[in-house]
């Protein structure tokens, strides 16, 4: 039972951490990359799509994302999703490519971006030690139950606590990348 609590613990943990990771990917530097337009969907006969799923979307530099659409008379609409999401980006039309520029960060901005990088950063570390606690508690009901020992459970919440540790270290490694990232000009 310990085994598979510790083993089912750490993958939510893990989990934790892959949500974190996405999150943080969506906050935007001045550096382009493509998954900054991953979430955004475009009207595609009737149903909405994302928009990678009606264009190839790729690096043209540092700074520029190219979107080529796949059919012609898309175009228009593609054009207007970019522009109209919450993004704050404003796409140009070149023929057969959409450049979507990255526009240069004010210091004001980093600081926000910075403010929300660490606010993304707390909830993971308190879905960490929520699920410390769910594990914990686990372990006294077993041990109230009498199917593991005393000493089982003060180790499996030694193992436990390590976990937790491990963890919200990860996080603090991934906020401070980001923060020097968001801050480098």
């Known amino acids: 039972m310990i085994p598979e609590l510790k083993k089912t613990t750490e993958q939510k943990m893990q989990k934790s951490i892959e949500v974190l990771k996405a999150d943080l990917a969506k906050v935007?530097?001045?550096?382009?990359?493509?998954?900054l337009l991953d979430h955004v969907m475009v009207e595609y006969y009737g149903s909405m799509v994302p928009i990678n799923q009606v264009a190839n979307v790729?690096?043209?530099?540092?700074?520029?994302?190219?979107?080529?659409?796949?059919?012609?008379?898309?175009?228009?609409?593609?054009?207007?999703?970019i522009r109209d999401s919450d993004l704050g980006l404003n796409p140009a039309n070149q023929g057969d490519i959409i450049r979507v520029p990255m526009p240069a960060l004010t210091e004001e901005r980093r600081r926000d971006l910075t403010k929300v990088v660490r606010h993304e950063g707390e909830a993971a570390k308190i879905a960490i030690r929520n699920l410390r606690r769910d594990a914990n508690q686990h372990l006294k009901d077993a041990?109230?139950?009498?199917?593991?020992?005393?000493d089982d459970d003060r180790r499996a919440q030694?193992?436990?606590?390590?976990?937790?540790?491990?963890?919200?270290?990860?996080?603090?490694?991934?906020?401070?990348?980001?923060?020097?990232?968001?801050?480098?000009?």
């Not at 790729?58 to 999703?81: S, Y």
């Not at 041990?143 to 005393?150: G, Q, Y």
Request: cysteine-free; charged content about 35%.
């Open 58 to 81: 790729t690096l043209i530099d540092a700074r520029t994302i190219g979107v080529q659409v796949w059919e012609k008379p898309m175009m228009q609409k593609v054009e207007r999703a």
């Open 158 to 185: 030694e193992d436990i606590q390590k976990l937790t540790d491990r963890n919200i270290a990860e996080i603090d490694k991934l906020l401070a990348q980001k923060e020097q990232e968001l801050m480098q000009l």
């Open 28 to 35: 935007r530097t001045g550096r382009a990359h493509t998954g």
């Open 143 to 150: 041990v109230k139950d009498k199917t593991i020992s005393e």
